[in-house]
């Protein structure tokens, strides 16, 4: 164990005396500025694929701060952890949520729709499918000098299925797989080039969060 602490901290030593500035896109340039290989000025806005899915639909679970992931079972575990599907009290469960978007601003057109259900084959195997849909509304499309362009609907959607086992009294274990659609601005141009859908797929491997016990005292409360 010492051993193991002393190369931990030798480790750490070696980064401070001798790191280095890391960089991806971006570079300095002669007067200290970070700007992209062809000179314009370099964003720092963090930017990634897909993040609808990772919005918790759940009311249950969201008015408790995302806590989904150490609840009791149900059928929102296949957003959560697709492993407690097994564990889960009953035998069949459905789960179906509807949440507006920006209603304060106005907009009556975006939302996202989540259904999720599963269904104990036996008390050692279930299985659960869930399908999330995102509308962003009408939008008008505009070219970089505020001329129109043309109007779209963009939306995404995730269809997702899920295998999960009981291996032991107190131990499972799931495997599940995804398709993920992302059609934001089909059809138009940027410098000559057409924007197409996206399409991908995606697959999950989940285990167990918290033991029956716990899970026990959850359903409990």
Not at 13 to 41: E, I, R, Y
Request: proline share 4%; charged share 15%.
């Amino acid at each position: 164990m010492k051993g193991l602490r002393y190369t931990i901290a030798l480790f750490a030593l070696s980064g401070l005396f001798f790191s280095s500035d890391l960089n991806a896109q971006c570079f300095k340039d002669t007067k200290g500025n970070w700007v992209n290989p062809d000179g314009s000025d370099c964003t720092n806005t963090i930017l990634t694929a897909v993040p609808f899915l990772r919005i918790v639909s759940d009311a249950r679970s969201g008015a408790m701060g995302d806590v989904g992931i150490g609840l009791s079972p149900d059928a929102n575990a296949m957003h959560f952890n697709q492993s407690k599907l097994v564990m889960a009290e009953n035998p069949l469960g459905i789960s179906a949520t509807y949440t507006p978007w920006l209603r304060s601003l106005g907009l009556n057109d975006v939302y996202l729709a989540y259904l999720t259900g599963y269904y104990k084959i036996d008390e050692n195997q279930a299985i659960g499918a869930g399908l999330r849909y995102f509308s962003l509304g009408d939008i008008n499309f505009t070219d970089e000098n505020g001329n129109p362009i043309g109007t779209g609907n963009p939306n995404e959607f995730e269809a997702t299925v899920a295998y999960s086992r009981r291996l032991s009294e107190k131990f499972t274990a799931a495997v599940g797989a995804k398709f993920i659609y992302s059609n934001l601005a089909s059809g138009q141009q940027v410098d000559g080039q057409v924007i197409e859908a996206g399409k991908a797929g995606a697959a999950d491997f989940s285990l167990p969060t918290i033991p029956t016990s716990r899970l026990t005292a959850a359903r409990a409360t």
